[in-house]
């Protein structure tokens, strides 16, 4: 049996971020998964990250990384970019089938560091607040 957070609850733990008092699945899984956890009550589930140069320029990317289904809400497309531009591309196309998008900042994987991706981007407060 799932135990949720009241409010009562919440507010005694108010160092509780929003993703920790809904029940949610992290990155790193696909359509079948997503599909698995939210017969067991899942609120949102998020997408791995998607290199949204990589989505705008390909439909082999697009089609390979970036799958769903009607039944698939909420969903966070997450992306990695360093340009407002390209980001906000890549968001218009996901839009049509998804509820938001996500700028991972926090990838400390070394090739997306050196696309200027993830974790880079900590030092870099003016593209992200572009992004933003």
Not at 45 to 74: G, Q, W, Y
Not at 94 to 120: H, I, K, T
Request: glycine share 4%; charged share 20%.
């Amino acid at each position: 049996m799932h135990q949720t957070i009241s409010t009562v609850e919440r507010k005694a733990l108010p160092w509780l971020t929003i993703r920790e008092v809904l029940k949610s699945c992290a990155p790193m899984v696909r359509l079948a998964f997503w599909s698995l956890v939210r017969k067991f009550d899942c609120d949102i589930c998020f997408t791995l990250m998607i290199v949204a140069p990589d989505l705008m320029c390909s439909v082999k990317a697009r089609d390979s990384e970036f799958t769903n289904n009607e039944a698939d809400h909420p969903l966070i497309v997450q992306f990695a970019a360093s340009g407002a531009q390209t980001l906000a591309d890549a968001a218009c196309v996901v839009s049509p089938f998804s509820d938001g998008v996500d700028l991972n900042y926090g990838c400390p994987q070394r090739w997306a560091m050196s696309e200027g991706y993830g974790a880079c981007l900590l030092n870099k407060p003016e593209p992200v607040k572009d992004m933003v």
